[in-house]
């Protein structure tokens, strides 16, 4: 388990390729990237 998250920690920008965060704070990115959609929301974690 450890191995896996130094993986995700080194790797974080290669795995995942837009914003992640919780969904407030991606309104709010995506309202000042003149954004109009959010592709996935689930468990209250946005990945666009």
Not at 3 to 32: I, P
């Amino acid at each position: 388990m450890p191995e896996n998250w130094l993986t995700l920690s080194k790797d974080f920008r290669k795995l995942f390729h837009g914003a992640v965060g919780h969904s407030d704070v991606l309104t709010d990115y995506c309202e000042h990237k003149g954004l109009k959609r959010r592709a996935i929301v689930a468990n209250k974690l946005i990945i666009t």
